[in-house]
């Protein structure tokens, strides 16, 4: 159909040597940050605070920023700046311990003095299965 083009509509049709440039959607923007190692460090981060959920049982959270800045007027570029930050789950931490008069912290109790424990050898508890025949009385 390219013979019914008028004049003026050959001259302003692409030529094969004109570069067709397709801009980045959103995904593939930020696939290309950090030299596309961004996604993969966000993986990673995701990866060690869900190990760390499982392991405490307690929420942890993976947070990604983005600064989006204007370095220059009067052009449209814009640069994009990525942050990941993590922050994981803190494990219990309590403990109890004895805390006496010396201003001193105790895994036992100071005060009750120490037992010597040892092992007691048992006799032999096998049980009786037969009554002696001495002590049975013919009826």
Known sequence: MKGNHTKEERM?????TDKT???LSAIATVQKLSGGKFLADVESALLRVAEEV???GKAGAVTVKFKVTKPQEGEPLVTVQENISVALPSPA???A???VH???FYATDPRQPEMDFRIVEQPDATPRTGIREEHV???
């Open 137 to 139: 009385r013919e009826a």
């Open 97 to 99: 311990f004895y805390f």
């Open 12 to 16: 302003t049709e692409p030529k094969d």
């Open 21 to 23: 440039v397709i801009g």
């Open 93 to 95: 931490g309590s403990g």
């Open 102 to 104: 010396d201003g001193r």
């Open 54 to 56: 499982v392991r405490t």
